[in-house]
């Protein structure tokens, strides 16, 4: 009981964030954020690496060390820069429920690579799933809403970005260890962030920054960001990952109502259909005939953990430190 407490709260905090993210991209400019974010989140990385292995970290080979740069590079430059900015062209509930969909490229890459071969149910949650997007799109490309459009789409690419460091991050993490790989890949994919957006994070005037909005940069950043991500892994090693990866279908209502609440962002049955046919295509394709599904390893890849389907623990990497 207290493990699905414990997951609740943070699909709480991480349904509120995109409406924290919403306001500090208002102050500070999306730049701006990803600035502070990449200074405080290596602090996070070393303080994690620091309690569980003391000022002993583990050793890397030179070429996991190169896949690990990689993975920092897809993972925070390329997802985290583009969903940043494009949860500020779009709104709190569509940025939610667009990210939702990265299960389904996941599947796809997985199927590409020949990892997995997709059973006709999951085939059909994929085009589900791609109709409800179109119909969750229709309302803003047809009143000519462009940008906030393109916001959408500019998110389901960079979905598409974290659902390839899903399926890379998977033999390192065999190797090395979730916390290891995380920390590691932060570390590395913070450097070319600071660099990119230093020229705009200097020229913010932090101190003006009122003590509401520095809480909210603190809760984006580390309580949404990183405890969360420390929580929901202890939730899903308590309850499992198979129930509790589908709390994570919560999360675009929960953005929905903070986002109605807290701004003028309101919902047309277009979009609240479009939204229900999303999340049911993304649900049916990650868990419809789960069992009955086929994993091929490829060459030169290690097997998945004893008993983790491949959908459910791509549920619990998308609630990772980059979300």
């Known amino acids: 009981m207290q493990a699905l ?25 999306p730049t701006g954020f990803l600035f502070a974010r990449y200074l405080i989140m290596p602090v996070c990385a070393l303080a994690l690496l620091l309690h569980t292995y003391g000022t002993r970290f583990p050793a890397v080979s030179r070429r996991d060390l190169i896949a690990l740069a990689k993975l920092g590079f897809v993972g925070h430059v390329l997802h985290v820069g583009m969903v940043t900015h494009g949860i500020d062209w779009s709104t ?72 390839y460091y899903t399926v890379a991050s998977k033999p390192l993490i065999e190797r090395h260890g979730g916390i290891v790989v995380m920390a590691y890949a932060t570390l590395l994919g913070s450097v070319p962030v600071v660099a990119l957006s230093m ?4 020229g913010i005037e932090w101190s003006k920054l009122s ?76 868990f419809a005939g789960r069992s009955r599904a086929r994993e091929v390893p490829a060459p030169g890849r290690l097997k998945p953990a004893p008993g983790a389907a491949p959908g459910a623990w791509s549920m619990l990497r998308a609630s990772s430190i980059l979300a």
């Open 5 to 29: 407490v414990v997951a609740l709260a943070v699909i709480a905090v991480w349904g509120a964030n995109f409406s924290v993210q919403k306001a500090l991209f208002a102050a500070i400019t």
């Open 211 to 286: 003590p509401l909005l520095w809480l909210g940069l603190l809760w984006a950043v580390i309580v949404s960001a990183f405890v969360g991500w420390l929580a929901w892994g202890w939730a899903n090693a308590v309850r499992g990952v198979g129930r509790t990866a589908p709390l994570m279908y919560l999360m675009p209502p929960v953005a929905g109502a903070v986002a109605w609440v807290a701004s003028d962002e309101r919902f047309t049955a277009a979009k609240l259909l479009g939204a229900a046919i999303t999340l049911g295509g993304v649900a049916l394709a990650q």
């Open 199 to 202: 020229p705009v994070g200097v």
């Open 92 to 163: 709190a509930f569509s940025s939610s429920l667009i990210l939702a969909c990265g299960p389904i490229f996941t599947l796809l890459i997985l199927r590409w690579s020949g990892i997995e071969r997709l059973n006709g149910a999951q085939v059909a949650g994929v085009a589900v799933a791609c109709a409800g997007v179109l119909v969750f799109l229709s309302d803003k490309l047809l009143a000519g809403r462009w940008l906030a459009g393109g916001g959408d789409l500019f998110l389901l690419v960079a979905a598409s970005f974290f659902s």
